[in-house]
Structures are given as structure tokens and as C-alpha cells.
């Protein structure tokens, strides 16, 4: 059983230009969020994809949108990119409904893609 | 304002002895989680805690909730190198996803 894939594992842009970023979502999962985590920091949460539409959001600006595809696969693309948008860019996937019917519930990570912007 | 706080933030600690690594959250939760993270490396889920006075054990680690404190910790016994890593604790409140705290780098010395 395959857990949560990512691609590219590491991505090197430079300020101004456009990025996408992929994710697979763990077998049997169908909800999909992304989160940004800096060096040192912990991961912050940019958005969650649910029957390919964003279910909720966090506080980032509109430079970061994504997508969710029928097979649950989702996409984050950053335009515009910015020096502070160098990060480790997280997927994370659940069973719909996780948290709210019991302790198996929770988010699995894929290892990240790791965005460099100079 | 949302937020989750962890103390300490750097812990050096000696192999076979014993720690507490706390998890404060400033708002209404369901429920709590805590992650490994190595360097470099994702995110790996230990505990799901989902209920006031919660207690979970897995091997060296045990964690508790108590969410009227709104408080939750992660105690290391007989601690051993394997266990150096940064570890986040993380809330889910209601109307919004996951918060994590700000990590705790633990590093065992032999």
C-alpha cells in the first residue's frame, strides 16, 4: 500500500517565476491538504482540497491556489514566487471525515518537496 | 489568536534519563496529535489523543491530554539516542485544521 507521494522531491526557482507541486494521496484517502513548513518552524497550513474543491483555508495569500483531479491526486501552484516562499512544502492526506470517528483518524505526510527560491 | 505553544524548544537530555516535553493551545480542541519529525525527513504520527485525560503509550513515549488545562505531554523515559528528533504537538479546533506548535528539538546524548 503506497502512502502519500510527492513530486519533485526538491525544486530550485528563482523570484518572480511560477511553481507546481504534486501529491498522491494514501490509498483509500480522499481529502488532501498542503502546508508550508519554513526551516525551524512548524508546518502551517495552506489549504485543504475535498471533492476537488477547497474546503477550507489558511492564511495565505491568493499567489498560493491548488487543485484536487477525480482521482483525488492534488496540485499546489505558487506564482509569484517570492524569497520567503523557499520551504518544505507538505502534502498530507485523510480519510473523509478524519477526526471525527475515531483514533485511526489522522493525516499521513508525504516526504515533502523541498522549494528553493533565489 | 490561535496558538500553540511547546516548551521547551531545545532539549539536550542523557541517555537513560527520563523528560516531559509540554504542549499548551490557547483555544478549544477536540482532540491533539503528535509528530516525529527527523531532520530532513517528513512527518510521522505517534499519538492521536482525542479526549480529556487521554493517556497513550508506545515504547519510550507516553502522552496525555488534559483539555480543561488545555494541555498535553509527551514524556520520554530511559531516553535513547533513536528518539533524537524534533517532535510536534498539533490541535484541530473547530472551523479550522491543524495547528501545530512550534516543535521541540530533542537531541539524546550517549
Known amino acids: ?118 | 489568536e490561535l496558538k500553540v505553544e511547546q516548551n521547551p524548544l531545545f532539549l539536550s537530555m542523557q541517555e537513560g534519563k527520563n523528560y516531559t516535553i509540554y504542549c499548551n493551545y490557547s483555544t478549544t480542541s477536540d482532540r491533539l496529535y503528535w509528530y516525529r519529525q527527523d531532520p530532513g525527513k517528513s512527518l510521522e504520527s505517534l499519538f492521536v489523543l482525542l479526549s480529556n485525560g487521554a493517556v497513550k503509550q508506545e515504547g519510550r513515549l507516553m502522552a496525555s491530554l488534559d483539555t480543561k488545562a488545555r494541555l498535553s505531554t509527551l514524556h520520554i523515559t530511559a531516553a535513547v539516542h533513536d528518539l533524537s528528533a524534533t517532535y510536534f504537538c498539533a490541535v484541530d479546533p473547530p472551523g479550522h485544521k491543524y495547528i501545530f506548535g512550534t516543535g521541540t528539538r530533542l537531541k539524546v546524548l550517549a
Not at chain 1, 16 to 28: D, E, H, I, Y
Not at chain 1, 91 to 116: I, K, M, V
Open chain 1, 1 to 118: 500500500d503506497a502512502g502519500v507521494t510527492q513530486s519533485p522531491t526538491h525544486l530550485i526557482k528563482t523570484r518572480g517565476q511560477q511553481v507546481t507541486l504534486r501529491c498522491s494521496p494514501k490509498s483509500g484517502h480522499d481529502t488532501v491538504s498542503w502546508y508550508q513548513q519554513a526551516l525551524g518552524q512548524g508546518p502551517q497550513f495552506i489549504f485543504q482540497y475535498y471533492e476537488e474543491e477547497e474546503r477550507q483555508r489558511g492564511n495565505f495569500p491568493d499567489r498560493f491556489s491548488g487543485h484536487q483531479f477525480p482521482n483525488y491526486s492534488s496540485e499546489l501552484n505558487v506564482n509569484a514566487l517570492l524569497l520567503g516562499d523557499s520551504a518544505l512544502y507538505l502534502c498530507a492526506s485523510s480519510p473523509a471525515g478524519a477526526g471525527r470517528y475515531g483514533d485511526t483518524d489522522t493525516q499521513y505526510f508525504g516526504p515533502g518537496t523541498r522549494l528553493t527560491v533565489l
